[in-house]
């Protein structure tokens, strides 16, 4: 009896190395699939760009199946003119100029250190310098800042 359980386990120890590098294949391919699951090639993307209506990477809005689709319904049928109407006064939808919390941020560094500029404003706030120049202004147009030379000043 011994020596059948002794020969079954070395036909088993055997087996399992003659398989465990089929076993770790399978386990790099699959964690190659999922990765690649998320991505699209160019060519596909390209595909299911014209089959879903979705514009391309670099391709300006409005420049997808649907548009012109209805560019061509637009076309064969006469297009009623439209009278020209005066904005009513409503809000345009979002926040409101300048209420961000990047603004309020930098309005404080600014109170807390007159003269302080948009290089030195970023370093402090960890972001870059093209977005407080177009915040800055903003708030000075707001007669929260002025600026004097580089620096930036509260009003008070």
């Known amino acids: 009896m011994n020596d ?3 020969e079954k386990r070395r036909e088993i120890s055997d087996r399992l190395k003659k398989l465990q590098p089929a076993v770790d294949e399978y386990r790099r391919l699959e964690a190659a699939a999922s990765a690649l699951a998320g991505v ?3 060519a596909r993307a390209g595909v299911a760009s014209a089959v879903s209506g979705r514009r391309g990477p670099g391709r300006p809005r409005g420049s ?3 548009r012109a689709a209805a560019a061509a319904r637009t076309t064969t049928a006469a297009k009623p003119k439209r009278k020209a109407t005066r904005t009513t006064g409503r809000r345009r939808a979002g926040r ?3 209420s961000g919390t990047r603004a309020v941020e930098a309005l404080a560094l600014v109170k807390g250190q007159p003269g302080i500029t948009i290089p030195e404003l970023a370093a402090k706030m960890g972001i870059k310098q093209n977005y407080l120049y177009r915040v800055l202004p903003g708030l000075e147009g707001e007669g929260k800042v002025s600026k004097r030379g580089r620096g930036w000043h509260p009003k008070s």
Do not use: A, V
């Open 4 to 6: 059948f359980l002794d």
């Open 40 to 42: 699209r090639s160019s």
């Open 64 to 66: 997808g199946k649907k």
């Open 96 to 98: 409101r100029k300048g």
